[in-house]
């Protein structure tokens, strides 16, 4: 097997073939290419089909079309809702947000660049699986407190929060929910209406759209939550997010969503039993560890480690399977992974982990190919 096998679906997707068809349709002079602000006809056709996709989003999220904002990526979304909140509603007495310290990046270098205009950062201790510590979560939020910003799967572990009882305990105190729902969207059915969530972010890329496009979900309640945009101009997405809309990118996005949860049952099924596979063949190699929980985690997402085996090493054996030694985002930049160094992993033992990720087009045969790979890597590295 020479071929490439991908396992690295966390970081990204590939565009569906159907998504990449549709999207095809709004580019050029043969199809609805217009400016959608624009009041001629090829914009208030291009503006109509921009709705329908909205409409098609809200639907599958249990939420109404006006709550759904498009933006450029999960990043953009989650630097809208967090700065958003903060810019609108910080003063002398409202100065805290509450996170963890297992949020993606985008979250954290958000709150940390929000730091230098005076924003204290409460950072909640998870479990020692990697699950929000719900009790601690309660003691923590205080009159000061304004927004909490918890991510539903962890990118990395695939461990789980509990964002329906999160909301709940929100709620009671009156303060923002922001939720990074970007492994999720596509995976998990949501219904929002039945939720005390106030903003949630994400990607299409990790669901099969093109990069590039992502979602802001803000509860229309009362009061009104008032964002302050992060860009200015046109006055698009009702002055929240200025610019012309990328009507491929949304169409894509929709085609894309509609496909994901049309099978998102089923599905995740398939990938469950896979992921069983998976670790029960390879459970036994000695020194073998797993990161977070196998029960509660996404099917999606595994975190793996194998003591004394340097995880770039088997990662250069294994050349042909695409796997990641910790986030993409972190693989460039930092070179430790912060999600598991706040499990308590010491520092030879993030380096021995990798992190598997299955997705849509993983097959059996797949699985069963990596497992040998596994085995025979190992064994090869420690006789060396
Ligand atoms: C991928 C990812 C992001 C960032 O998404 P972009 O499309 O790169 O903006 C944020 N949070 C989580 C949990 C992710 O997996």
């Not at 939550?225 to 101009?233: D, K, M, S």
């Not at 695409?322 to 992974?337: L, Q, R």
């Not at 912060?338 to 499990?343: A, T």
Request: with cysteine.
């Amino acid at each position: 097997m020479n071929k490439l096998i991908y396992l690295d679906y966390a970081s990204t997707t590939p565009i569906d073939k159907r998504v990449l068809e549709k999207m095809n349709n709004y580019l050029t002079t043969k199809g609805l290419f217009g400016n959608s602000s624009s009041s001629n006809y090829l914009g208030r056709k291009t503006k109509n089909e921009i709705e329908n996709a909205r409409i098609r989003i809200a639907n599958i999220l249990g939420s109404k079309q006006e709550e759904i904002f498009f933006t450029s990526n999960a990043t953009e979304s989650i630097n809208l809702a967090i700065k958003g909140i903060i810019y609108s509603y910080f003063n002398n007495k409202k100065k805290y947000i509450i996170t963890s310290s297992m949020e993606h990046k985008a979250v954290l270098e958000t709150c940390n660049f929000l730091k230098k205009l005076g924003i204290k950062i409460i950072y909640i201790t998870n479990s020692n699986i990697g699950v929000l510590n719900l009790n601690l979560l309660k003691e923590k939020i205080i009159n000061k407190t304004i927004l909490v910003s918890v991510m539903h799967i962890n990118n990395e572990i695939g461990t789980i929060n509990n964002i329906k009882n999160i909301g709940n305990i929100c709620k009671k105190k009156n303060v923002f929910f922001h939720v990074d729902a970007t492994q999720s969207i596509g995976k998990y059915s949501l219904n929002l209406k039945k939720m005390n969530i106030d903003l949630l972010s994400f990607s299409a890329h990790k669901f099969y759209g093109p990069k590039g496009i992502g979602v802001l979900y803000v509860k229309k309640k009362k009061p009104k939550i008032i964002l302050t945009p992060l860009l200015h101009g046109g006055g698009q997405e009702k002055g929240l997010r200025s610019g012309t809309l990328a009507t491929h990118q949304i169409i894509g996005m929709s085609t894309a969503l509609i496909i994901a949860d049309n099978e998102i049952k089923k599905e995740k099924e398939r990938i469950k039993i896979l992921k069983k596979k998976f670790w029960n063949e390879i459970r036994n190699i000695p020194g073998i560890f797993l990161n977070g929980s196998f029960k509660n985690s996404s099917p999606y997402i595994i975190n793996i480690g194998c003591k004394d085996i340097f995880n770039k090493i088997l990662m250069l054996e294994m050349n042909n399977i695409i796997i990641s030694s910790s986030s993409a985002c972190n693989s460039n930049k930092y070179n430790t992974s912060h999600v598991l160094k706040s499990l308590g992993l010491t520092k030879e033992l993030i380096q021995s982990s990798i992190r598997i990720s299955f997705g849509r087009f993983t097959t059996e045969k797949e699985i069963i190919y990596l497992i040998k790979e596994l085995h025979f890597f190992i064994k090869k590295i420690r006789q060396s």
